[in-house]
């Protein structure tokens, strides 16, 4: 079946907001990476051991999400056998101190700094799916 069949590419064409019509013929289309339409939609992945290139990367779109929009909700979802603590506790301390909550979501495994980094969700927003 053509709906079963995996995409060539990690990106797809996106459309700009509002437009009703593809793009003009003198527009190139746009591509995005389908974690940069995650992340426009305010969702971060934390997935693999947690190291320091990792947390640089969740601490920069933590602070970055915090300047556009200190209002605006953001869920991280975790899948992580743990990692190191001082990259752990960068994106730990960075949860706490921006202005939106932090909804945390297990989504395979959680355990060491994984775990550490899941209970670092606002009060109330924590949550995990069956294997967690």
Known sequence: ??????PRSPYFPV?????ERGPSPMVMER??????QLFQHRI???GGPVEDD?????????LYLDA????????MYVNSPG???????AIFDTMKHI??????????????????????GTKGNMSDCLHC
């Open 1 to 6: 079946r053509d709906d079963l069949l995996m």
């Open 15 to 19: 459309e700009a907001a509002g437009q």
């Open 31 to 36: 591509f995005q990476s389908v974690v940069s």
């Open 44 to 46: 971060i992945r934390c």
């Open 54 to 62: 990792m947390a640089n990367v969740i601490v920069a779109q933590l």
């Open 68 to 75: 556009v929009d200190p209002n605006k909700d953001i869920i």
């Open 83 to 89: 990692g190191s603590v001082t990259a752990g506790m």
């Open 99 to 120: 202005r939106p909550d932090v909804s945390t979501v297990c989504i395979g495994l959680a355990a060491s700094m994984g775990a550490f980094l899941l209970s670092g």
